[in-house]
Structure formats: structure tokens, C-alpha cells
């Protein structure tokens, strides 16, 4: 598989997860929360596998690919907070340190579509980049004020959807460029 090919596979695997981490974010009555916490961990781990198959298609150094890397290494910390048996007030850290940690990738890939040329892709590469650091920045406010024991409301709801939507274009525009 080529580089281009690979960081385009990895950019849908990352964005798939998105989504299944958003519904899994999502409070659906009808769906236990055991179920919802599984779709949460998936997702998770499909946006690591995703994140981490982008940041090895690029062979030089780049912020885009440190980029890649922090996120994956945000993916694996909030994996950590699922599924080590720690007490709920380290799980929260971890969540919050995880979407920190996504938010900063996120930016340092934002950073670099600046130097680009200014393109309708690359425009839309910076709209994609930066929904996903809204989205990770809202998760992680969410979880700083439920560790609070302040009310958060649905920002974590909001964040993980508004996250995917990034996701989502960042996944398009990879394959935009990939065709051509």
C-alpha cells in the first residue's frame, strides 16, 4: 500500500471511529450504557489505529505528522481511562488529558495547512482540523467541569459530534488529494 493510499485509509478509519465514539458519547435511552461504552472504546481505538496509519504515511518530519502521533497518543490515553480498573476520578483525568492531548495534534496539524498554498482543499483541510480541536477542547471542558461536579450539560455530546464532523472533511479531503 502507497503512503497516499495508506494515510487515505487511515483518515476514514480515524473518521469512522469519530462517529462510533460520538454515538457512543450520545445518551440513547434504548441503548444500554454498557453498549454505549463499548462504541466509546471502539471508537477510540479506531481513531488511534486511524491517526496512527496517517502520521506513518508521511516520511518526513512535519507538524502534521507530529500531529498524527499526539493524537494517537491522546486516542491511547482516553483507552486507558476505559478500560484500566482505576477509580472514577483518575478514568475522568484521563479522559480529559486524552482529549487535551487530541485537541494539541489537531492544532499542530492545523498549523502546518497555513504554510500551504492556499488552495479550496486546504481550506477545507483547516476547517476539518480545526472542528476537531473545537471538538476535542468542548470534551475536555465537559470533563474538567464534571470533575468539578458542575454541570456540563451536553458538551460532551456536542464536542464528540462536532469532532467527527472534522473528521469527516479532514477524511474527504485526504481523498480529494489521494485522486489527483
Not at 72 to 98: P, R
Amino acid at each position: 500500500m502507497g503512503n497516499e493510499q495508506k494515510a487515505t485509509f487511515g483518515a476514514w478509519v480515524a473518521a469512522i471511529g469519530t462517529v462510533i465514539a460520538a454515538i457512543g458519547s450520545t445518551p440513547i435511552k434504548r441503548i444500554p450504557m454498557e453498549t454505549l461504552r463499548s462504541f466509546n472504546l471502539i471508537g477510540n481505538e479506531l481513531q488511534a489505529t486511524g491517526n496512527a496509519l496517517e502520521a506513518d504515511a508521511i516520511e518526513e518530519f512535519t507538524l502534521t505528522k507530529a500531529g498524527n502521533e499526539i493524537q494517537a497518543i491522546g486516542n491511547v490515553t482516553v483507552i486507558a481511562g476505559i478500560v484500566i480498573d482505576f477509580n472514577t476520578i483518575i478514568k475522568q483525568e484521563l479522559n480529559i488529558k486524552g482529549n487535551l492531548l487530541q485537541a494539541l495534534g489537531g492544532s499542530a496539524a492545523l498549523a502546518d495547512s497555513f504554510d500551504e498554498e492556499h488552495t479550496l482543499e486546504e481550506l477545507y483541510s483547516i476547517y476539518g482540523n480545526l472542528l476537531q480541536v473545537i471538538g476535542n477542547s468542548l470534551q475536555a471542558i465537559s470533563g474538567i467541569l464534571t470533575l468539578n461536579n458542575k454541570d456540563s450539560g451536553n458538551l460532551d455530546v456536542v464536542g464528540s459530534w462536532i469532532q467527527a464532523i472534522g473528521a469527516i472533511i479532514s477524511a474527504l479531503v485526504q481523498t480529494k488529494e489521494s485522486i489527483t
